[in-house]
């Protein structure tokens, strides 16, 4: 017999705080690529017409994308996690979390380009509800995956 089967401490694999980044790592990079192919990157290129490179698809831009999606990921995952050992874990309060990772990220990033002139308000009304679905999502994948998990919470 396998030591895994003579001791069943020793056949979790992943701690839940592990598990919750990888399956974030599916989701938010599931959704970024999504919401920017889908609508920001087509709204864009109509509401910036006369800049000749705007929302470009190259290898720079995807490398920077991946270090931005490994950012997102690691606060998405992170803050929540943390949020919930201090201040307690329910679907209630991971929305809540969720939604200050969205204030902290994308509400912050969005602001900051429409006052640059460089997003237009139909971009944000658009971007930023699905940013918020995005990280409640990843934020109540936090807690659902770590609060079955009491003693990550005690």
Same mark, same amino acid.
């Given at each position: 017999?396998s030591?895994i089967?003579q001791?069943?401490?020793?056949?979790?694999?992943? /701690?839940?705080f592990? +598990?919750? %980044?990888?399956?974030? *790592?599916l989701w #938010?990079?599931a959704?970024?690529?999504?919401?920017? *192919?889908?609508f920001?990157?087509?709204?864009m290129?109509?509401?910036f017409?006369?800049?000749p490179?705007v929302?470009?698809?190259?290898?720079?831009? *995807?490398?920077?994308?991946?270090?931005w999606?490994? #950012?997102?990921? $690691?606060?998405?995952?992170l803050?929540?996690?943390i949020?919930?050992? $201090? *201040?307690?874990? /329910? +679907?209630?309060?991971?929305?809540?979390?969720?939604?200050?990772?969205?204030?902290?990220?994308?509400? #912050?990033?969005w602001l900051?380009?429409y006052?640059?002139?460089?997003a237009?308000?139909?971009v944000?009304?658009?971007?930023?509800?699905?940013?918020w %679905?995005?990280? $409640?999502v990843? /934020?109540?994948i $936090?807690w659902?995956?770590t609060?079955?998990n009491?003693?990550?919470f /005690?």
């Open positions: 017999m030591t089967a001791n069943p401490d020793n056949a979790r694999r992943l /701690s839940p592990v +598990t919750a %980044l990888l399956i974030n *790592f #938010i990079n959704s970024e690529v999504f919401r920017y *192919f889908a920001v990157m087509p709204m290129r109509d509401a017409p006369m800049l490179d929302a470009p698809m190259n290898v720079p831009v *995807f490398l920077i994308w991946g270090l999606d490994t #950012i997102l990921v $690691v606060t998405a995952t803050l929540p996690w949020a919930m050992k $201090v *201040f307690g874990a /329910s +679907t209630a309060r991971a929305i809540g979390y969720g939604t200050a990772v969205w204030m902290a990220v994308f509400v #912050i990033l900051g380009l006052n640059m002139n460089l237009t308000l139909d944000l009304a658009l971007a930023l509800p699905l940013a %679905l995005e990280m $409640v990843a /934020s109540v $936090v659902w995956v609060a079955r009491e003693a990550d /005690s």
